[in-house]
């Protein structure tokens, strides 16, 4: 697409950025800062309908004051799985006031599909997989029907998985993804954390350093990376949000 104006079919609304989208626009902010490309983002609205994906982890503070001081009513999203450390459900309240953000979306997994596949709630248990898909990446999709273009939180630093990621990339639907503070580090997110007086979430004090669903999150051992306290001792590193994962295609199922 040659610009934010682009035409699109006018029965298939599904956005259609493509890969050379996403090196035009790495390519035109490349050694601006965050701050800077945030801002032109959204007062020239380069990049369409455009919402913020938080876990109001960590980390999510940051993030979350450079978007709403340019645009304190940018859709937030938040994934309410239903397995989140009561901590989180305060913090996110607590800091979306601080901020002062007013369009905080809170995201629900569909009742019929946990009634179906996840009815005693311990599908994190046996198919951690499974349970992410359930409670994030299905809900998640459907959230992001009415936009071009979402805000993520991920930095190179946090785990090996992440360390190669653009400012700008495609979605498997065809959206554009935002990783703005893909080159922090955590000196500098705890130096803008200071200087605007934003919240630490809880937890952390207490050692989690990534936070996600509480059965599925655990303390960090010293020297280990941020996100080695998720999904411990499973062969899992992302819930599928940013990373395609298998699936609950029910073979996980336990039989009773």
């Known amino acids: 697409m040659a610009d934010a104006a682009r035409v699109r079919d006018i029965v298939d609304l599904a956005p259609r950025w493509t890969g050379a989208d996403a090196i035009r626009l790495n390519q035109m902010f490349r050694g601006r800062d965050s701050a800077e490309m945030l801002h032109a983002l959204f007062t020239d609205a380069m990049l369409g309908p455009t919402a913020l994906v938080s876990s109001f982890g960590a980390e999510s503070a940051v993030l979350l004051h450079l978007v709403g001081k340019i645009r304190p009513d940018v859709p937030v999203i938040f994934l309410d799985t239903g397995k989140h450390f009561p901590e ?5 309240d607590a800091l979306a006031r601080q901020i002062g953000l007013t369009n905080i979306i809170n995201v629900t997994p569909d009742p019929l599909d946990i009634a179906a596949r996840d ?7 046996y198919d951690p997989d499974g349970c992410c898909a359930l409670r994030k990446v299905a809900p998640l999709a459907k959230a992001l029907l009415p936009y071009d273009a979402h805000i993520s939180g991920r930095k190179a630093f946090q785990s090996s998985s992440r360390a190669n990621l ?5 979605d498997g639907d065809g959206r554009m993804k935002v990783n703005p ?6 000196a500098a997110l705890d130096a803008y ?3 605007h007086t934003l919240p630490p979430h809880p937890l952390v004090a207490q050692g989690y350093l990534s936070i996600g669903c509480a059965p599925c999150t655990s303390i960090v051992k010293p020297g280990e990376d941020p996100r080695s306290g998720r999904w411990a001792g499973w062969d899992k590193v992302e819930c599928g949000i940013h990373t ?5 295609d029910g073979t996980n199922d336990p039989v009773f």
């Open 193 to 195: 954390a200071a200087a």
């Open 166 to 170: 653009p400012r700008f990339e495609v």
């Open 181 to 186: 503070l893909v080159d922090w580090d955590k």
């Open 244 to 248: 395609p994962i298998d699936g609950d």
């Open 88 to 92: 989180t459900i305060a913090y996110r």
């Open 119 to 125: 009815a005693n709630g311990l599908r994190w248990s």
